[in-house]
Nanobody
């Protein structure tokens, strides 16, 4: 089992940057594929980015491609989401998620463990 804690959210102006971090408990972090999701009010929870167990394979939603970068450090049990050129439509609660497996996973139903979420607000 793994516990996830996100940090790094906040209020930023359009065009700015934020770096989200997710710290995972446990000694087997490298067994887990990781993902970042976001949920805006009244909307579904959607994939933002995903990364496989060793960081060698990543996926980005079209809406963030070229602006966001997902990375992980298995030695530190962390996964990060660097967000640049932020837009008001990026405003949402951002969640870190984990599941055992060697691939990348795109759907919220595929993930077993979730953090509590961190709010990102982008002002215009």
């Amino acid at each position: 089992q793994v516990q996830l804690v996100e940090s790094g959210g906040g209020l930023v102006q359009a065009g700015g940057s934020l770096r989200l971090s997710c710290a995972a408990s446990g000694r087997t972090f490298s067994r887990y594929a990781m993902g970042w999701f976001r949920q805006a009010p009244g909307k579904e929870r959607d994939i933002v980015a995903a990364i496989n167990w060793n960081g060698g394979s990543t996926y980005y939603a079209d809406s963030v491609k070229g602006r966001f970068t997902i990375s992980r450090d298995n030695a530190k049990n962390t996964v990060n989401l660097q967000m640049s050129s932020l837009k008001p439509e990026d405003t949402a609660i951002y969640y870190c998620a984990a599941r055992e497996g060697s691939g990348r996973y795109y759907y919220s139903t595929q993930y077993s463990y979730w953090g509590q979420g961190t709010q990102v607000t982008v002002s215009s």
